[in-house]
């Protein structure tokens, strides 16, 4: 570029000038003019007296920039000076899109597709080899929840006989019927118990989204209503005052939207360093025969579990809990108001966690807390504490009791005291509000916290959950839809205890046995959410970390798996099949009759297979052998614009799957 310039010579001064001009771009040109699906291009340039340049909008510097387009794209430079811009010839590289399945795993997404059809070729499959084909709808929208419809179905067809009906599947063994002596009729009231027990949350967690949406609008407002309560935001196990013996407290009766609230009397059963336990006086002579005798004082039995185990193993995992009235130690209530299971289905909500209680942290004016005679003025305690549901609601027989004692009050209160830990580390710490988390990762850090301190998937109990998962993710509309899992969504809670909150517990399950867990604690301390925020601790985008544990699931620990990345690790969950499958055999001992505790798939009808899809929701095909010849599948969504990820396993011999044993 010329410059104007000035010379001094003999005293007298002469301007040199000349008009400045714009940059010139003299080639512009790409080394491929057209490429497969993923492979690069090398685009490179002659450009003179250009200050800046941009390639299809984006700055770049240098003479030439590499490319992987995922579509047909036409790309042009442009050159910028202080006199104007100028751009180049456009140069179009065609994209082709070409997937051929070369590795035993291989995911396919949206840019895979060619219109609204994927084909993907095989070139040669084995005479042992099938292909297990697991579609995935990743979209974040879905159908009304009240109604288990799917958003999206797919077929899948082949060109090959791979693609024919398949034989029914051999039977598979017996699980020992050892296991089931003395222990049927207490593992299935711990199963009816479960399944029940979890359904509510769902609406617990709508409400908590809801009270973080207008406490974010408040913040960005600046209205925060006065000066905020001073409390420290951790547990120094000191309490400010002696506990009161008696107090009362706001509850919500049942977690129904719009449920009101009542005021309840109660007396403190037990102080440990941690929490205070405190019963709703309406309900003493249900626990009365449970404070002595043989069996032990449930208040002893449930501190000591407390703080020698749910306390110490959920703070060490998550993180500290908060402490907004200051008083040093968490408030545990038990109380029948929290409902009876629904005459219906027969569900009952456990326990909650409600961020109601402790808002008035930095909004006082707004959420302070109920003073008035009938909880009317908004029904928070202005204390950090969780809700329990009483042996009122729980139990109709002492066996039954015994088992809320013994196992379902303890895993509560460790799912319970998650949801305390994540409100307090993603809010009340640094004091953000804008991104409520969702709802499944909630619930499944809960579930995953339930083994963490001993119970879950560490039990029986817990296992026959695990089983009934995967034995019941199965496309079939011939049964009750609302019981059958073939439409669980992660993102739609449909109020389904297993199909929800294990599905979830097995995604996070398996990603602590992968990588620690440390991992469930980056989730919970920041103020990130969603599946954004997990991608970002995983270390890999969410469709790989969801298609690698749909693969888990069907694959883990099974001799032909693709990898041994796809395995459940942990003590109590490895083998995964052997161990779900030992809570199943023939014969009303099993907690789950007749299921054989492997993952259901689809198989093909003269080359067809067809399936249903939720929001963050797969199903599973496998197709027969193959005949050492090429076979090539197409996967065509019926709802435009839904486009699933697909992921493509090649194996050799043969896969249980879960449908039912035989049993004579």
Not at 26 to 49: I, M, P, Q, R, Y
Not at 215 to 237: D, E, F, I, S
Not at 294 to 312: F, H, K, M, Q, S
Not at 500 to 525: P, S
Request: charged content about 15%.
């Amino acid at each position: 570029m010329k410059l104007a310039a000035s010379l001094l010579a003999f005293g007298t001064v002469f301007l040199l000038s000349a008009c400045g001009s714009s940059p010139t771009i003299s080639s512009f040109t790409a080394d491929k003019s057209a490429v497969n699906l993923g492979e690069s291009v090398n685009l490179s340039w002659t450009v003179d007296g250009a200050e800046s340049l941009t390639l299809n909008g984006g700055a770049v510097t240098g003479t030439s920039a590499t490319v992987s387009p995922k579509k047909t794209t036409v790309y042009s430079l442009t050159a910028t000076n202080g006199h104007g811009s100028v751009s180049s010839s456009p140069v179009t590289v065609t994209v082709t899109v070409q997937n051929v399945v070369k590795d035993d795993w291989t995911l396919y997404g949206p840019d895979h597709y060619s219109g609204n059809t994927l084909t993907v070729d095989v070139p040669n499959l084995g005479l042992n080899e099938h292909l297990a084909i697991i579609a995935m709808n990743l979209g974040d929208e879905d159908v009304d929840p009240s109604v288990p419809v799917p958003n999206a179905t797919l077929t899948v067809t082949g060109t090959n006989p791979v693609f024919s009906a398949r034989p029914a599947p051999p039977p598979v063994a017996q699980a020992s019927a050892q296991m089931a002596v003395g222990n049927g009729p207490e593992l299935e009231a711990k199963r009816a118990l479960r399944e029940r027990g979890l359904r509510g949350h769902e609406v617990v967690r709508a409400k908590e989204a809801q009270l973080l949406a207008d406490a974010a609008r408040r913040q960005k407002a600046g209205l925060k209503g006065g000066p905020a309560v001073t409390a420290p935001l951790y547990r120094t196990g000191v309490a400010a005052s002696a506990a009161p013996t008696n107090t009362n407290f706001c509850v919500q009766q049942g977690v129904a939207p719009g449920s009101p609230y009542a005021r309840k009397s109660a007396t403190l059963k037990k102080e440990t360093a941690h929490a205070l336990f405190y019963l709703d006086d309406d309900d003493a002579s249900d626990y009365a025969p449970y404070e002595t005798g043989v069996a032990g004082d449930i208040w002893i039995t449930l501190g000591d579990l407390w703080e020698n185990t749910i306390y110490p193993a959920d703070t060490q995992t998550f993180g500290a809990e908060s402490d907004v009235d200051g008083n040093g130690k968490l408030i545990i209530f038990f109380s029948r108001e929290l409902g009876a299971p629904d005459p219906v289905t027969q569900s009952v909500t456990l326990g909650y966690y409600s961020a109601n209680d402790v808002l008035l942290k930095d909004f006082p004016s707004d959420y302070p807390k109920d003073t008035t005679s009938d909880c009317s003025g908004g029904g928070s305690n202005g204390a950090d504490m969780f809700y329990m549901n009483s042996l009122y609601n729980l139990a109709t027989t002492p066996d039954e009791a015994e088992s809320v004692i013994a196992d379902s009050y303890p895993d509560t209160l460790g799912h319970e005291f998650q949801h305390l830990i994540n409100f307090n580390q993603k809010h009340l710490v640094p004091g953000d509000y804008s991104v409520a988390e969702d709802t499944w990762i909630n619930e499944g850090l809960s579930v995953t916290a339930e083994d963490i301190i001993g119970f879950g998937w560490n039990g029986p109990g817990g296992r026959s959950d695990a089983n009934a998962y995967l034995t019941d993710l199965a496309f079939d509309y011939s049964n009750n839809p609302f019981l059958r899992y073939f439409n669980a969504s992660f993102s739609n809670w449909s109020g389904d205890p297993v199909g929800n909150y294990q599905g979830a517990h097995a995604f996070f399950r398996y990603f602590t046995d992968r990588m620690g867990e440390g991992i469930l604690k980056n989730i919970v301390q920041t103020t990130q959410a969603g599946t954004d925020n997990l991608a970002r601790v995983l270390g890999e985008p969410f469709d790989q970390a969801f298609a690698e544990w749909a693969t888990a699931l069907l694959f883990s620990n099974e001799s032909n798996e693709p990898s041994t990345k796809f395995d459940f690790t942990g003590a109590n969950w490895s083998p995964l099949h052997a161990k779900l499958t030992a809570s199943a055999g023939c014969g009303p001992a099993f907690p789950y009759p007749n299921r054989a505790g492997y993952l259901q798939y689809e198989t093909f009808d003269n080359g067809t297979a067809k399936a249903a899809l939720r929001s963050l929701g797969f199903n599973v095909f496998v197709t027969n052998a193959g005949l050492n010849q090429p076979v090539t599948l197409t996967v065509t969504p019926t709802q435009s614009g839904v486009q699933p990820e697909v992921a493509v396993i090649r194996f050799s011999g043969s896969l249980p799957d879960g449908r039912q044993l035989s049993c004579n």
